[in-house]
């Protein structure tokens, strides 16, 4: 296994400059760019098509689109959505807010919050699955609330999304009797993605042991940040852990990061041919690893495989919080055959706010599939900004 993993590293580094993955053009390929401006213009076109006449889930998108340059019909939809007694589409709009940078939307967030604990633990959910490390006001009041539920996610808010600010309130939470063992073993692990664990470290550790699943797939989550030779052994017990396959898969993916060749092997064929669950917890862990390794893995598995629609969403998602040269993940993503596929690359770039990427977004506009035309308008207003120019 071990050769088999550095085997399939090497075809990264003997991969053709020239080309992606599949041998796709290269985005630097000099093409013709529509300006922002005109971009820009035509994407709020796409939006306010959408939002008279699409599905709820488009309306929505579109709304969002449309609140990000103070369209006032647009923010009155999404307020509406907002106190709508269907959760699921209360969740939607949530994502949908939290998604945004212009300030009458986070207003609309925040006052929801102050009137509704249940609404506050749905953004809680929604920043633990997509994080924002700007959200410290929001999660210190999770954080305040007793539901040990919106607290878990509140921390894992803060863990994944490297959220500053709140290292007292979270070692308050350690400290009090009250707090559930499964929130306290989440509080070490967001202290340990903060650079400020080191006192809760032999806690943590003692979690490979605890008899619940959760708190032992938190520790095999965490000691990923730590250097082999301080978790190694460890992990190693918590790969051979049977009770439950997400304790194992957490602990691969966490020596995977840490460089073991026999792990990085297991996580490349766990995403590419996987059972559905194994495929699908690998491919989001990428966002774990350091940038390098994550980048060399999706190459690996770009080259060599034809993944499932769902393992490429999954990996795509991992992309958005992977700090490497996304450029050939957007072009294998917006050349799939899947629709899913192709509006999850299309999100991407809009939530990473890629203004290099414009061009690719440019055809989407046009796109025979709604959703991805909608996703498509979202972007471009996200990569120019509400300045942009209506032509």
């Given at each position: 296994?071990?050769?088999?993993?550095?085997?399939?590293?090497?075809?990264?580094?003997?991969?053709?400059?020239?080309?992606?993955?599949?041998?796709?053009?290269?985005?630097?390929?000099?093409?013709?760019?529509?300006?922002?401006?005109?971009?820009?213009?035509?994407?709020?076109?796409?939006?306010?098509?959408?939002?008279?006449?699409?599905?709820?889930?488009?309306?929505?998108?579109?709304?969002?689109?449309?609140?990000?340059?103070?369209?006032?019909?647009?923010?009155?939809?999404?307020?509406?959505?907002?106190?709508?007694?269907?959760?699921?589409?209360?969740?939607?709009?949530?994502?949908?807010?939290?998604?945004?940078?212009?300030?009458?939307?986070?207003?609309?967030?925040?006052?929801?919050?102050?009137?509704?604990?249940?609404?506050?633990?749905?953004?809680?959910?929604?920043?633990?699955?997509?994080?924002?490390?700007?959200?410290?006001?929001?999660?210190?009041?999770?954080?305040?609330?007793?539901?040990?539920?919106?607290?878990?996610?509140?921390?894992?808010?803060?863990?994944r999304g490297r959220v500053e600010g709140l290292n007292d309130q979270l070692r308050d939470l350690i400290a009090d009797d009250s707090t559930h063992e499964t929130v306290r073993a989440y509080a070490y692990y967001a202290l340990v993605s903060l650079g400020d664990g080191k006192d809760v470290s032999?806690?943590?550790?003692?979690?490979?042991?605890?008899?619940?699943?959760?708190?032992?797939?938190?520790?095999?989550?965490?000691?990923?940040?730590?250097?082999?030779?301080?978790?190694?052994?460890?992990?190693?017990?918590?790969?051979?852990?049977?009770?439950?396959?997400?304790?194992?898969?957490?602990?691969?993916?966490?020596?995977?990061?840490?460089?073991?060749?026999?792990?990085?092997?297991?996580?490349?064929?766990?995403?590419?041919?996987?059972?559905?669950?194994?495929?699908?917890?690998?491919?989001?862990?990428?966002?774990?690893?350091?940038?390098?390794?994550?980048?060399?893995?999706?190459?690996?598995?770009?080259?060599?495989?034809?993944?499932?629609?769902?393992?490429?969403?999954?990996?795509?998602?991992?992309?958005?919080?992977?700090?490497?040269?996304?450029?050939?993940?957007?072009?294998?993503?917006?050349?799939?055959?899947?629709?899913?596929?192709?509006?999850?690359?299309?999100?991407?770039?809009?939530?990473?706010?890629?203004?290099?990427?414009?061009?690719?977004?440019?055809?989407?506009?046009?796109?025979?599939?709604?959703?991805?035309?909608?996703?498509?308008a979202w972007s471009v207003v996200q990569c120019v900004g509400a300045q942009g120019t209506l032509l």
């Amino acid at each position: 296994m071990r050769a088999a993993a550095v085997c399939l590293l090497m075809l990264v580094a003997l991969a053709p400059q020239q080309t992606t993955a599949g041998g796709l053009p290269s985005p630097a390929t000099k093409t013709e760019n529509p300006s922002a401006d005109a971009l820009f213009g035509s994407a709020v076109q796409v939006a306010e098509a959408s939002f008279k006449a699409g599905d709820i889930y488009d309306r929505l998108l579109a709304a969002g689109t449309l609140a990000e340059t103070g369209h006032g019909p647009a923010l009155e939809f999404l307020k509406t959505y907002l106190a709508s007694d269907d959760l699921v589409f209360k969740r939607a709009t949530i994502d949908t807010l939290l998604a945004s940078t212009h300030p009458l939307e986070l207003d609309l967030l925040f006052r929801a919050a102050e009137r509704d604990p249940a609404t506050l633990g749905l953004m809680m959910e929604s920043l633990a699955a997509t994080p924002r490390a700007d959200m410290e006001d929001l999660i210190a009041e999770a954080l305040r609330e007793g539901s040990s539920f919106v607290r878990k996610n509140a921390v894992q808010a803060i863990a994944r999304g490297r959220v500053e600010g709140l290292n007292d309130q979270l070692r308050d939470l350690i400290a009090d009797d009250s707090t559930h063992e499964t929130v306290r073993a989440y509080a070490y692990y967001a202290l340990v993605s903060l650079g400020d664990g080191k006192d809760v470290s032999d806690r943590l550790f003692a979690l490979v042991k605890s008899e619940q699943v959760e708190e032992r797939e938190v520790a095999a989550i965490a000691m990923g940040l730590y250097s082999a030779s301080e978790t190694g052994k460890r992990l190693k017990t918590l790969m051979a852990d049977r009770s439950d396959e997400r304790v194992s898969l957490a602990a691969m993916a966490s020596a995977a990061g840490q460089g073991d060749d026999e792990a990085i092997g297991r996580l490349i064929k766990g995403v590419a041919y996987g059972q559905p669950m194994e495929s699908s917890i690998l491919a989001g862990a990428l966002k774990r690893l350091p940038p390098k390794t994550a980048a060399q893995i999706t190459e690996v598995l770009m080259t060599c495989c034809k993944l499932s629609a769902d393992a490429a969403t999954r990996v795509l998602e991992s992309w958005s919080a992977i700090e490497s040269d996304p450029a050939p993940v957007y072009v294998w993503g917006l050349a799939h055959e899947e629709a899913d596929v192709r509006l999850q690359t299309t999100w991407l770039i809009g939530h990473r706010r890629d203004a290099a990427a414009l061009a690719m977004l440019a055809p989407l506009l046009k796109d025979e599939d709604a959703g991805i035309r909608t996703m498509a308008a979202w972007s471009v207003v996200q990569c120019v900004g509400a300045q942009g120019t209506l032509l």
